[in-house]
């Protein structure tokens, strides 16, 4: 028999997340689950009863309903809490502090940190101004990003609103890109001017430009300036009233989110 790799300490287990939810379970339910397969044993004989526990035990924000199992003697086809309501971003927000809630470091050696104190001010202004842009709960909001922060805040300040978020990568074609978007017909679209890859620039304002170009639906594009020498052209922003860079884009002073 093979020896796992790595196998927690005794104090690790007694200090993990699971043995915190067992241990609740067990006091509540006066069972014992000496290992996980007697947990998960459990699990299966009560479903309902254990996927409300752990909803309980993870704090999550929301309304998970009445119901907790449609159809539970079905795989596929089952259906879970079919009446919960939630905000994904409000329960990725609910920590505050000096933490750090992302760190960035790029190929060329560039470090940005965002506590999540600054995590939340950023989304509360990109909330905001999604809003004044017109975006409401069900608009489509999508990108043309590399892994960034402002690709974390833009999803969350969307998701906030309850819009539907929708990301590609900018090295994706433009049929690509087009392929994806104009199914969901975005209503924002938030874009970088440029970026690295294996030590080599790669502009992406005119594959930019073409995909916004056959995208009637989309209202705003708004820029990342991620490349700081290859600005939004003065020209095309003038033909293109929609655009704007992001520190245009969050003009406001917002510091709270309001999820609906």
């Given at each position: 028999?093979t020896?796992?790799?790595?196998t927690p300490?005794?104090?690790r287990?007694?200090?993990?997340?699971?043995?915190a939810?067992?241990?609740?379970?067990?006091?509540?339910?006066?069972q014992?689950?000496?290992?996980?397969w007697?947990?998960?044993?459990?699990?299966?004989?009560?479903?309902?009863v254990?996927w409300?526990e752990?909803?309980?035990f993870?704090?999550?924000?929301?309304?998970?309903?009445?119901?907790?199992?449609?159809?539970g003697?079905?795989?596929?086809?089952?259906t879970?809490f079919?009446?919960?309501?939630?905000?994904?971003?409000?329960?990725?927000?609910?920590?505050?502090?000096?933490?750090?809630?992302?760190v960035?470091w790029?190929?060329?050696g560039?470090?940005?940190?965002?506590?999540?104190?600054?995590?939340?001010?950023?989304?509360?202004?990109?909330?905001?101004?999604?809003?004044a842009?017109?975006?409401s709960?069900?608009?489509r909001?999508a990108?043309?990003?590399?892994?960034?922060p402002?690709?974390?805040?833009?999803?969350?300040?969307?998701?906030?609103?309850g819009?539907?978020?929708?990301s590609?990568?900018?090295?994706?074609?433009v049929?690509?890109?087009?392929?994806?978007?104009?199914?969901?017909a975005?209503?924002?679209l938030?874009?970088?001017?440029?970026?690295?890859y294996n030590g080599?620039?790669?502009?992406?304002?005119?594959?930019?430009?073409?995909i916004?170009?056959?995208?009637?639906?989309?209202?705003?594009?708004v820029?990342?300036?991620?490349?700081a020498?290859?600005?939004?052209?003065?020209?095309?922003r003038?033909?293109?009233?929609?655009e704007?860079?992001?520190?245009d884009?969050?003009?406001n002073?917002?510091?709270?989110?309001?999820?609906?």
């Open positions: 028999m020896e796992p790799l790595w300490t005794a104090d287990i007694a200090a993990s997340r699971i043995t939810f067992t241990d609740s379970l067990s006091k509540k339910y006066c014992r689950f000496p290992d996980y007697s947990l998960w044993r459990w699990s299966i004989a009560n479903k309902e254990f409300r752990l909803w309980d993870c704090g999550i924000l929301g309304d998970r309903g009445e119901r907790t199992l449609i159809d003697h079905l795989m596929p086809g089952a879970w079919p009446d919960a309501q939630l905000n994904f971003a409000e329960n990725l927000l609910r920590k505050r502090g000096p933490d750090d809630a992302l960035f790029n190929e060329q560039d470090r940005r940190r965002l506590s999540f104190d600054q995590l939340h001010d950023s989304v509360a202004r990109i909330q905001h101004a999604l809003m842009a017109g975006v709960a069900g608009d909001v990108s043309v990003l590399p892994n960034i402002e690709a974390t805040v833009a999803m969350l300040g969307a998701t906030s609103l819009a539907v978020w929708s590609s990568s900018p090295d994706f074609g049929q690509g890109v087009l392929d994806r978007f104009t199914q969901i975005p209503k924002v938030f874009a970088v001017n440029g970026y690295f080599k620039l790669v502009d992406t304002r005119d594959k930019v430009r073409e916004v170009a056959r995208l009637p639906t989309v209202e705003r594009v820029w990342v300036p991620y490349v020498d290859h600005p939004v052209r003065a020209d095309a003038a033909a293109v009233l929609r704007c860079e992001w520190q884009f969050i003009t002073s917002a510091s709270e989110i309001t999820f609906p």
